[in-house]
């Protein structure tokens, strides 16, 4: 079951990253797309045991790090999807998360990893990030996350819950 779990996540980090690249940035407002990558990373850390959503969290940030049309040192998205991954597993519970409970993790944890990616950005010297439009970014990225949510995380979660029967909250 282990591994079924390992190709079905990675699979959606797969379809996610594509659709990511190719389809949103043609719908991006202000040049922010919406992280879907982001969004399964939180979707199996409120699912299943945290060491498993670190793991993905790494290796999804990794993938969107390598993935054109990247333009930035690698491993910052990877060193946030990481740490969004450690602090929605920590919001996890025993029991089923509520709507609400679900959607408050994935703005918390769309602010910190954006937050975090256009941080490093800047201690990089990344020519692309400024401190006046790193307020606008971290919020247009919350509310594209956050709009989402409701058409991602459900499905997500079910199919994590569903194959991972003794770590699953849902």
Known sequence: MSH???????AAVVVALVVQVS??????????VPNLCLLVVVAAAL???APFALLLGFAAGLTLDLAPPADHVAGR??????VAAFLAARVRQDQKPSALAVVGTVAAASFVATSLFA???LLLDDP???VAGLLEVVLVAVVWDVL?????????????ARLSPQWATT
């Open 47 to 49: 699912t299943v045991e």
């Open 128 to 130: 692309a990030m400024s």
């Open 77 to 82: 998205w990877a060193l946030a999807l990481t």
């Open 4 to 10: 079924l779990r390992w190709l079905a996540a990675l």
């Open 23 to 32: 389809l949103f940035p043609h719908v991006a407002w202000h040049g922010v």
């Open 148 to 160: 989402l949510t409701p058409f991602v995380l459900p499905p997500l979660m079910k199919l994590f």
């Open 119 to 121: 941080l490093s950005g």
